[in-house]
């Protein structure tokens, strides 16, 4: 089953994103803070989770971190605002499966995503 945890403060994109997803077969869960975020890495069990860099309470570097940090890693997808090289890189650095940019086109994000719950599938398999 695919399962995603996406992590959003802006309310209309957080609906786009879980309407666009649950549209193309995925279980999902919403938040938009870290904090919340946390809590659902350990209670939904995501096998994927798609966040924000800028969300409250935790930054979405600290959501990397944790998510990785599990037994059977959760892969990333990070969202930014702004293009900002170091950042990418530490993401990627960190084990960030993907790292797109706002204003993002939400048929290559939904390209994106699947392709990394593949690749993780074929890893596990």
Not at 46 to 63: A, D, H
Not at 106 to 117: D, H, S, W
Request: glycine share 4%; charged share 20%.
């Amino acid at each position: 089953m695919k399962k995603l945890l996406i992590v959003e403060q802006e309310a209309v994109i957080l609906e786009i994103l879980n309407q666009r997803f649950l549209a193309d077969g995925w279980t999902t869960a919403c938040c938009s803070d870290g904090k919340t975020a946390i809590s659902l890495i350990d209670s939904f069990q995501p096998t994927l989770l798609l966040t924000n860099i800028l969300i409250p309470f935790y930054s979405g570097i600290e959501l990397l971190q944790a998510a990785r940090a599990k037994t059977n890693p959760i892969e990333v997808v990070i969202l930014a605002l702004l293009i900002d090289d170091d950042v990418k890189n530490q993401c990627y650095e960190m084990g960030a499966a993907a790292y797109l940019t706002k204003p993002f086109d939400l048929e290559i994000l939904l390209q994106e995503v699947n392709k990394v719950a593949k690749t993780k599938q074929s890893i596990l398999h």
